[in-house]
């Protein structure tokens, strides 16, 4: 077929209707089954095409024509009066409407979907007949557009399935997106509702905060983090701090919440201390996780500090995070329940900063956490605890500070049940362990630590300390220390309210003073099964192994340790007292053999702090007692005497006496 040029530009000459193509071709006449081929074709194209069709809302009711249905998006404007029915036309109305080509074998599908822009009612379908069915949902709730796959079957039935819901199509947020979780009984939520359960620090932080962040830029952004924050439900929930920099001067948390970063090191979450004093994180609520960042300054520190628990905070967790340059890394003065772990504190304000410090709470725990200073820029502590009523620490370390450990209550303050195991207090200017209360009100009592590290300090590696301030220090045991290479004595306690210091087991060597100075009167005190002395190639101590000095010193137990091999000897144990053994520690014991002056009868003899053995001979005898019991009428024998046992020999004729110190 040849067209003639006056007519070709009228040739594809269409009508376009709503969402409909209408063939209008001039100028020819085609043969009629030409023309049904061309119709049927635009009739198919017509139902494959997608137009937003609306239709008004009234009542509780509306009935749909079989085109209505087929626009591809019914959009049900308007309000109803309450929950309303959409009634769809009869099956074969549905099936005409489809077009006449359509395959009739079952294969054939459509989408269709239905938006109900009523804000508040929801509306339910209802099969025009039979010969309409429905599997899945039927119901469309109030700002969501529900999907179906319309499918022809080979009986010349329609069965709609729902597909799901997407949100309305004219304007889709979050809040008119369901999300489904995969799994037997999940239930269809917003994604607005999803979204929230995380909040992204982004979300509330400008454009060009955002760039300022990624680019590791220096920004305060204090007020906008605090907005994600406060966005976060009265139940709380998770903040996400994406890879970046925040500038943050102070946080105020007083919801359950976890703060996620995106890494301590490397590629991470970083927050800078944007003011010199400020609390960045400040802890006031319960349920407080933050983990996975690293926290820095942009001016030098003199006060708050980087995490701080106020007097109401508890249960609170801090995770892999990096603190550098802290007057205070981590402060905690609240109820209790506090857990630390794989923490890293380095850089701290010299001779004032302390890593971590306890003021008061219960179960504080702290699980490898390293407080580590450069030689020379020693921080005053890596740890410091004023009050508290139970503390563990579990391989965390303090290197380079002027104090390892601080325990040091003031008036009215309790420290008390603080374990440590596996830690290393090491290169202290001062002490790897310093106890000492501030005040005469003050009470250390009952801690442990159980394979730990003392050494290098400047001075004693270890000093309990009641002689300036009479506080009471009562029940510290130190179970395998290891102390070594301190500038003055390796163990030290002084002061007469130091009492039930017990060592067990451990090693003690290469100390400048002695392995372990006891002061003037210091009672209730014990060492057994240490080695004090060269081990593991350090040398013996300066001075001695054991040193006690005047006084008296009651309740005194020495016993099963290795003490040779100090430079000035074993022991110089000035002090007297009673309930005192000295026995079983070779380099010392046995003493030995020596003879006793008697003197006028009755004479009596006590036995020092080690078991004695004391054989009497020659001259006249009638009555031998120890212990106050009459042992012998013989002017010759053999008598064991315990330390501090007294024997009374009454004589006419002066005898012979001697001991033999085991």
């Not at 040193?547 to 100090?566: A, R």
């Not at 080690?610 to 013989?634: H, Y």
């Amino acid at each position: 077929m040849k067209l003639r040029p006056e007519i070709f530009p009228q040739f594809f000459r269409l009508a376009i209707g709503a969402g409909r193509m209408v063939a209008n071709i001039g100028g020819m006449v085609a043969d009629r089954s030409s023309m049904l081929s061309l119709e049927a074709l635009i009739s198919n194209v017509n139902n494959y095409a997608v137009a937003a069709t609306p239709v008004a809302l009234a009542g509780l009711s509306i009935t749909l024509t079989a085109t209505q249905v087929q626009a591809g998006v019914t959009r049900l404007i308007g309000s109803a009066t309450g929950p309303f029915t959409i009634n769809l036309p009869p099956t074969a109305r549905l099936i005409d409407a489809l077009g006449p080509t359509v395959p009739l074998d079952g294969s054939f599908s459509v989408p269709i979907s239905f938006q109900n822009e009523d804000s508040a009612n929801t509306g339910t379908l209802v099969a025009g007949d039979a010969g309409t069915t429905f599997v899945g949902n039927l119901t469309i709730a109030p700002s969501t557009r529900h999907i179906y796959l319309l499918t022809l079957t080979a009986a010349g039935t329609i069965v709609l399935t729902d597909i799901g819901t997407i949100g309305a199509a004219q304007s889709i947020s979050a809040a008119n997106v369901i999300f489904t979780a995969a799994g037997a009984g999940a239930v269809p939520r917003t994604d607005q509702d999803k979204d929230r359960d995380i909040v992204s620090a982004y979300d509330f932080m400008t454009a060009s905060q955002v760039t300022a962040a990624k680019a590791g830029t220096f920004a305060d952004v204090t007020v906008a983090v605090q907005a994600a924050i406060d966005a976060l439900p009265a139940s709380g929930g998770m903040l996400l701090m994406p890879t970046g920099t925040y500038g943050i001067s102070s946080l105020t948390i007083s919801k359950q919440i976890i703060i996620q970063g995106q890494g301590m090191f490397g590629n991470g979450t970083y927050i800078v201390a944007a003011t010199a004093a400020g609390k960045v994180f400040n802890c006031t609520g319960s349920s407080i996780t933050i983990r996975d960042l690293c926290i820095d300054r942009n001016i030098v520190q003199s006060g708050g500090a980087y995490v701080y628990c106020d007097t109401s905070s508890s249960i609170v967790n801090l995770e892999n995070i990096y603190m550098l340059n802290w007057f205070r890394g981590v402060q905690f003065t609240g109820i209790g329940n506090v857990t630390m772990r794989h923490l890293r504190l380095t850089g701290g304000v010299v001779g004032t900063g302390i890593g971590v410090r306890i003021d008061s709470g219960l179960g504080v725990y702290l699980d490898d956490v390293i407080v580590q200073n450069a030689n020379g820029s020693e921080a005053l502590a890596g740890y410091s605890i004023t009050n508290c009523g139970d503390v563990t620490m579990i391989g965390s370390h303090a290197i380079e500070n002027i104090y390892g450990l601080a325990i040091q209550p003031g008036n009215g303050q309790v420290c008390t049940s603080v374990y440590a195991t596996n830690c290393f207090f090491d290169n202290s200017t001062n002490n790897g362990l310093w106890i000492a209360p501030t005040n005469a009100a003050a009470t250390m009592q009952r801690m442990t630590f159980a394979n730990c590290w003392f050494s290098s300090s400047g001075s004693s590696g270890v000093l309990i300390d009641t002689s300036t301030f009479a506080g009471a220090v009562d029940g510290i045991e130190f179970i395998g220390p290891e102390i070594y290479m301190n500038g003055s004595h390796g163990f030290q306690v002084q002061g007469t309210n130091s009492k039930r210091i017990k060592i067990n087991g451990g090693k003690i060597a290469q100390n400048t003073g002695n392995g372990i100075l006891m002061g003037a009167n210091v009672s209730n005190w014990q060492v057994a099964n240490a080695t004090i002395g060269p081990i593991g190639g350090f040398t013996g101590n300066t001075a001695r192994a054991i040193t006690s000095l005047g006084g008296t010193s009651d309740d005194v137990l020495i016993m099963n340790n290795i003490v040779n091999g100090n430079t000035a000897g074993a022991f110089n144990i000035a002090s007297t007292g009673s309930r005192r053994l000295i026995s079983s520690n070779p380099g010392y014991n046995p003493v030995g053999a020596s003879t006793i002056t008697v003197g006028a009868s009755p004479y009596t003899y006590t036995a020092g702090d080690s078991p004695e053995t004391i054989v009497l001979n020659t001259g006249t005898v009638s009555l031998v007692s120890v212990g106050g019991i009459n042992m012998s009428q013989q002017t010759n024998g053999t008598y064991y005497l315990g330390p501090g046992v007294s024997m009374t020999v009454t004589y006419s004729v002066l005898p012979g006496m001697a001991k033999y110190v085991h």
